[in-house]
């Protein structure tokens, strides 16, 4: 259950970390000295490379130091 | 003939603001000139002139009145990854979890057992009574011709499942909660739009997921809750595609079917295309909807009427009115509840939830 007195015991995965590269790895496919590679050798030229991988090296990039956020615009409680 | 057509004329004019001034013009235009030449026509000819040319719209709205069928609502499909639980009475509910005992030591020769320990963490929740009334006089429901007031009650037992369906998405889908979940960070909550490899990665998170005291749970089934824009979306993802290789190169159905994606209709989506992660109920109350014991839905009552007829008749509507006001007088109940705590509101067990905020390709 919930319980605000036992943190989870996971350890946190700060953004930015070889730890997030680690975890970000298993969906992306690739490292983030990859996804730079892949980025800069398309950009001089695209016959590289994809443009799937172009987009996908570019998306790990931007989660690799990203924290997540609240988005929602409602409210806690659900007593309305 | 004249007073006839001054007559028509008068109707047209009536209809000012209904029918745009230019055409109504054109309208009496004609009705005059109909009527400066009627003493050159013949009946057949007036009556083409009437049936045909100009009177049709004049006419018709006193031929035909009915209501357009009612717009069909998106539906919540919470059933598959809420948790369902009862209250005996309106008293909060306490629901424990016990901690596993630890693992074991080397033993030394002679020497003393290491002692481990078990904990239990708890928490409550009850419900609360939910109710909408609407009434009518006895007269609005003599005149209802259509019938369309008396559909009332139905109504308002759809709108009480629509409420209901935003009640449980309010108790996971809100600032709070995103916020006490994110601040946790990965591997609990993401920041990646829909994708196949952000899906990748939260599932893989999902399998990551341990308890209290480090032990890795198993979590063998998950459910994706998405809000309708991410529909074509998810259904992409799950299905062979050919940029994932051709038909059963997608092994992301081995992890998640199809079936398993709910579309929660209230997910706010102003920001970004959030979605969630949930473990099966039966192995993770996740999130938890409370209900009354005996009271598996919405109800729907009416005022029993305190008119007693002594003598004469009267209609059927005015036996079901109130005595002092005339009033028929409907009401839908429900009687539910979950967990409103200050940071996780209604997800009674985050270990069941992953987050993706939606916020990076």
Known sequence: MADKKQQ???????????????????????????????????????????????KKA??????????????????????? | MRTILRWIEEYARAEQGVIPAPELDKRIVALRELASNVHGMNATQFQEAMTTA??????????SRAFYSDYAYQVGDWKGYIYPDTTPDFRDVDRFRMSEPGGLYRRREKAEHKATNVQDSEIHYGV???SREFDVSWQTILNDDLGKIKETPQRMAKAAARWLDEFVSALFDNATTQLTIAALGAPWAGTGALTLANLAIGVNAMYQRTDAAGNRMNITKLHLVIPPILKIQAAQILQDVLSNGGPGSNVMSQFLSAANVH??????TT???AWYLFADPSEIPTVTLARLTGWPGPVTVMKRSNIQLVSGSAPAAFLM?????????????????????AGYVGVTDFRGLYY??????
Do not use: C
């Not at chain 1, 790990?60 to 806690?76: I, N, Q, T």
């Not at chain 2, 579309?263 to 706010?268: H, M, S, T």
């Open chain 1, 8 to 54: 989870p015991t996971i350890q946190r995965i700060e953004p930015g970390s070889k730890a997030m590269e680690q975890y970000l790895s298993v969906g992306y496919g690739m490292t983030v000295d990859q996804a730079k590679l892949i980025i800069a050798e398309r950009d001089k030229n695209p016959a590289l490379w994809p443009y799937e991988e172009y």
């Open chain 1, 58 to 80: 570019k998306a790990m990039l931007a989660a690799f130091d990203a924290k997540p956020v609240a988005v929602s615009k409602r409210k806690g409680s659900t007593l309305k």
């Open chain 2, 54 to 63: 100009h009177f049709v719209d004049y006419f018709a709205d006193a031929l």
């Open chain 2, 128 to 130: 609360d009574e939910f």
């Open chain 2, 263 to 268: 579309v929660d209709p209230f997910i706010d």
């Open chain 2, 271 to 273: 920001v970004a295309a």
């Open chain 2, 321 to 341: 009115g109130d005595f002092t006001t005339g009033d028929i007088e409907f009401a839908v109940e429900d009687v539910v509840g979950g967990w409103d705590d």
């Open chain 2, 356 to 361: 993706s905020s939606g916020t990076t390709p």
